[in-house]
């Protein structure tokens, strides 16, 4: 069998071939992802649950094996890829089966979700509640800085927050997350002499502070 006069006595079929060929490769050329960190579905999901004043034993005994115990009753579950038990802390890294596509995998982390939510009855007094974060794999393609000569830094987290609100109605957009924000903070310098005069104590004002712009219930009208 030669494949050089097959394709030579068939000139025609060998043509339509090479198209069909060229065509598909200007498709998938056109079609190719091109950001610097292709998407790839992440099967792992992280479960933190804080024991604050435990020791890791008693960290390990009662609260990681029951967490990990409810998470062994999924039937997606693959296995639990890696456990710690610290100081205070437990961390939990479960990954599900292969056969769970990006599609399927958010009703996954919802029963995940459940699960733990129903092991935290279990769990001792002080520990809790658990933490599930399933988007920690997600990588970023474009970052953006947004900068202004004369603007405050209020002004241009202003301006951030409206660049936001647009970039998410794009399509393919998912997340838009902001990085190095300046909180805002009020600092406040107490007299103490004065206080001491006045006979004010300092819990006076922590609880003045404390209480202001607290929304109230003032009753209602119907008319």
Known sequence: MNPAKIALDRNIVTWVVIVLLLLGGIQAFMTMPRLEDPE???????????????????VEQEVTDRVEKALQEMGQLSEIFTS????????????????????????????LR?????????????????????????????????????????QLKDVGEYLRKELALVQDVAR?????????MVYIELDRDRMAQLGVPPAAIVQELQAHN????AGRVEV
């Open 40 to 58: 790839f579905t992440i099967k792992d999901a992280i479960v933190i649950t804080p024991y604050p004043g435990a020791s890791a034993e008693e």
């Open 84 to 111: 710690y038990s610290y100081r205070g802390l437990s961390v939990i890294q479960p990954r599900m089966l292969d056969r769970f596509d990006k599609a399927k995998l958010p009703q996954v982390w919802d029963e």
């Open 114 to 154: 459940r699960k733990v939510g129903d092991v935290q009855s279990d769990l001792p007094p002080g520990a809790g509640p658990s933490i599930v974060n399933d988007d920690f794999g997600d990588v970023y393609g474009i970052f953006f800085a947004v900068t202004g000569e004369g603007y405050s830094f209020a």
């Open 176 to 184: 838009v997350d902001f990085y190095a924000v300046r909180a805002e």
């Open 214 to 217: 607290v929304v109230a219930d």
